[in-house]
């Protein structure tokens, strides 16, 4: 070992190091925990690097020593050098009320982490403005000072600074307000016993009492703003204390029923707002102070009515502003149900629906709780029964074909959904046919004879020959001597027996010729 190494070595050996002692140093290595400090001495100061965490390699600190390791190694502390520092600056403040200056450097989890002159110190979130951001500027008090043994303990508020900002920015305000001034305030409460309170530029509250609400009878505050809604109002009173200003938001509007004048036209669509619903029909406010008359009849198409507060669409009926008078209509700016029902399942569709009840030859058809069908004894099959009871009963839940609309009814059929008898009766036979049918039912005027495709035809009375007597179930050869779209005449007599029969007619008719006759038989 060489001289000098040796002297030095001896002097560092001399050196000695106190807890409690401010020391000066290099930082010569760093790694994730530590920061590693030259102070002169035969082994390295230790600091913790969350203390220091932007101090690099070549800085130099000051430090107070808050411990020697069995080693002889210094363990120093940078936050108990600036407590130590700042302590008698903060405890004059927070003895005299005086402001201090910091910068937030984070969020913990009870409040603002401030950065005073390198110090960390709290601010609670309730003793804060809203919302600060990293890097703001603040000016606080120091509301809580505390040394609890090593440790320094530090709490601000920002009330006291925000209230004297609060007075000044109102007193400034109030100086410039006078009586019948338009402002504008964001809503912070709304009571429906008294009214809405404002506040305007943030430093001044300002009461709406219900009755300046409106022109109308409606002094709900809820109908009229929200929390944190803006509103503009005219002002109505400064009292002198300057703690609220009353504000009137009817004032801001002319007498409504000479705009509506203006506005509203016979046939015109409108909206409203329900404020009243009686039996036979509702109340609606469509503009402030304007309200109008829905008779029962006009609410709707299923029976249903709008709730108090509801706001609907409405059609003007009548129109009188002189006498105060407006007529109104809900249920012509409706869908009608039954054509949207027809739009979802146009003709030829197939639907479900219910018999609901059956009036003569028609039955009602419930098909959703808005719309209903009918069905009239004609589409209930091919071959038309005598009653719709014969097909139908109440209650029965059947498939129904869509045929189109019948006024407010959408018009269904039965038959629809089975193949056309009749198109294959057309194609099957021809008049003079000779067929094999069973007599299905005996009337005075004839005889009903069934076709295998199940329609029937009718056997005149004048078409059965003398002296036969049909029965029902029997079964007969018949010629088809008339056949059209749903209708087939048929003949048991064959041509010899007609013959006799026009002969025989004509001989008891006497004054008419045998022209006349003929005439009769073909009714001519």
Same mark, same amino acid.
């Given at each position: 070992m060489g001289e000098f190494e040796k002297l030095l070595e001896e002097s560092l050996e001399l050196r000695e190091i106190r807890r409690g002692e401010v020391i000066k140093g290099t930082v010569v290595k760093a790694d994730n925990r530590n920061l590693y400090v030259d102070v002169g001495y035969k082994v390295e100061a230790i600091l913790p690097r969350e203390e220091l965490?932007?101090?690099k390699v070549g800085d130099e600190i000051k430090a107070v020593v808050v411990k020697l390791t069995k080693g002889g190694t210094p363990i120093l502390?940078?936050?108990?050098?600036?407590?130590?520092?700042?302590?008698?600056?903060?405890?004059?403040?927070?003895?005299?009320?005086?402001?201090?200056?910091?910068?937030?450097?984070?969020?913990?989890?009870?409040?603002?982490?401030?950065?005073?002159?390198?110090?960390?110190?709290?601010?609670?979130?309730?003793e804060s403005a809203r919302n600060l951001k990293e890097g703001k500027k603040i000016i606080a008090k120091v509301i809580?000072?505390?040394?609890? @043994?090593?440790?320094?303990?530090?709490?601000?508020?920002?009330?006291?600074?925000?209230?004297?900002?609060?007075?000044?920015?109102?007193?400034?305000?109030?100086?410039?307000?006078?009586? @019948?001034?338009?402002?504008?305030?964001?809503?912070?409460?709304?009571?429906?016993?008294?009214?809405?309170?404002?506040?305007?530029?943030?430093?001044?509250?300002?009461f709406l009492p219900n009755e300046e609400l409106s022109w109308s009878r409606d002094k709900n505050p809820y109908h009229y703003a929200e929390i944190d809604e803006r509103l503009r109002v005219k002002v109505k009173k400064i009292p002198k204390d300057g703690q609220f200003i009353f504000v009137s938001l009817r004032d801001m509007k002319e007498n409504p029923w000479i705009k509506a004048e203006q506005s509203i036209k016979k046939g015109q669509t409108l909206s409203g707002r329900v404020v009243e619903v009686k039996e036979n029909g509702l109340i609606v406010e469509?503009?402030?102070?304007?309200?109008?008359?829905?008779?029962?009849?006009?609410?709707?198409?299923?029976?249903?009515?709008?709730?108090?507060?509801?706001?609907?669409?409405?059609?003007?009926?009548?129109?009188?502003?002189?006498?105060?008078?407006?007529?109104?209509?809900?249920?012509?700016?409706?869908?009608?149900?039954?054509?949207?029902?027809?739009?979802?399942n146009p003709a030829g569709s197939k639907v479900k629906g219910t018999v609901e009840r059956i009036e003569g030859a028609r039955a009602i058809i419930r098909l959703t709780d808005k719309v209903l069908g009918v069905i009239h004894r004609s589409d209930l099959d091919w071959v038309k029964p005598g009653r719709v009871e014969d097909v139908l009963e109440v209650g029965q839940s059947l498939e129904f074909a869509v045929l189109g609309l019948d006024g407010k009814f959408v018009k269904l059929g039965l038959k629809q959904l089975k193949e056309n008898p009749w198109e294959k009766i057309l194609k099957s036979y021809k008049v003079g046919d000779k067929v094999k049918l069973t007599v299905k039912s005996l009337h005075p005027f004839g005889a009903f004879l069934q076709f295998p495709e199940g329609i029937d035809g009718l056997l005149p009375m004048s078409e059965i020959p003398r002296g036969v007597k049909l029965e029902e179930g029997q079964e007969v050869e018949a010629k088809i001597i008339e056949l059209s779209q749903e209708k087939i005449t048929l003949s048991l007599k064959e041509e010899e027996e007609k013959k006799e029969d026009i002969i025989t007619t004509a001989s008891s008719d006497k004054g008419f010729t045998l022209g006349d006759i003929l005439r009769k038989k073909m009714k001519i």
């Open positions: 965490p932007e101090a502390s940078y936050r108990r050098y600036l407590e130590d520092k700042l302590f008698g600056f903060l405890r004059y403040c927070y003895e005299k009320g005086k402001f201090i200056t910091g910068t937030v450097v984070s969020r913990g989890d009870e409040g603002y982490i401030v950065d005073v002159s390198g110090l960390k110190v709290l601010l609670p979130y309730k809580e000072l505390k040394k609890e @043994g090593q440790e320094l303990k530090v709490v601000l508020s920002q009330k006291d600074y925000l209230k004297a900002q609060e007075e000044k920015k109102k007193a400034r305000l109030l100086s410039k307000l006078k009586v @019948g001034d338009v402002i504008e305030g964001r809503v912070i409460k709304i009571d429906p016993e008294k009214g809405i309170t404002l506040l305007v530029g943030n430093v001044l509250r300002a469509v503009m402030e102070g304007v309200e109008g008359y829905v008779p029962k009849e006009e609410i709707s198409y299923d029976g249903s009515t709008p709730r108090k507060g509801d706001k609907v669409s409405l059609q003007v009926l009548e129109f009188d502003p002189k006498r105060r008078r407006l007529i109104l209509s809900i249920k012509r700016t409706l869908p009608k149900p039954w054509e949207e029902f027809l739009k979802e």
